[in-house]
């Protein structure tokens, strides 16, 4: 018999502490977020987004890091955690990492203000404990997302945003490179490194390019 997130919230306030195996919340989780969230425009996602409770992260965020850029848009381009910055201003990918985002976009000849911006994870909590469960608890926000801005095409930025979007335990350097499909996103994938972790590792900024050359390649294709 498992617990759920609705009884241990209750048990808490009864003042009831009730041990569970780090794996076991993270499935339960997963059972109770699975379902589609039923959205007919951005602005109706980002409004029932506004009063989730799915974990813990919406009690301590500053504000929700819905997304950036135009309702409908060839690229959609995902990270993973809001910083602070991004949950100061309300906007995902900002400060150095838009900056370097942005001139890889022009290096092939898009402007970054023609994609939509957003993270994997709409809200601010920086505890590196909770990330598995706040990946599972916005999930869904980010698959209707993306039927919604109908992209040709979904960049993905970091391993663990990758791995949550591809539901795999691959690293990143098997994920990149390549162009992935899954079977809940009616778009093609593509990975690559976070802009972040390439201002502190130039030289994967070799990879990098390759990744975003590649996604060049399924946008306007026809």
């Known amino acids: 018999m498992t617990t759920s997130n609705r009884q241990l919230a209750y048990l808490d306030l009864m003042g009831v502490q009730v041990w569970q195996e780090r794996g076991r919340q993270e499935q339960v989780i997963a059972e109770e977020v699975s379902d589609d969230v039923t959205a007919n425009t951005l602005q109706e996602l980002y409004e029932i987004a506004s009063n989730c409770q799915r974990c813990e992260a919406s009690a301590v965020r500053n504000q929700l890091v819905f997304s950036d850029g135009p309702m409908h848009a060839d690229w959609l381009i995902v990270g993973d955690f809001p910083t602070q910055q991004d949950d100061r201003e309300g906007r995902p990918l900002t400060g150095d990492v838009a900056h370097l985002l942005s001139e890889m976009l022009l290096a092939v000849g898009v402007k970054k203000s023609t994609v939509h911006l957003t993270n994997s994870v709409k809200c601010r909590s920086a505890n590196v404990e909770a990330e598995k469960v706040e990946l599972l608890s916005c999930r869904a926000y980010l698959i209707r997302q993306i039927e919604l801005v109908k992209p040709q095409l979904v960049f993905v930025l970091g ?29 093609p994938i593509v990975v690559s490194c976070h802009p972040r972790d390439l201002l502190k590792t130039p030289l994967a900024k070799r990879q990098a390019w390759d990744d975003i050359q590649l996604a060049r390649t399924l946008v306007n294709k026809a």
Do not use: C, I, R
């Open 159 to 187: 391993e663990k945003a990758a791995q949550s979007l591809l539901k795999s335990n691959e690293s990143l350097s098997h994920l990149a490179g390549t162009v992935h499909k899954v079977d809940d996103v009616p778009t």
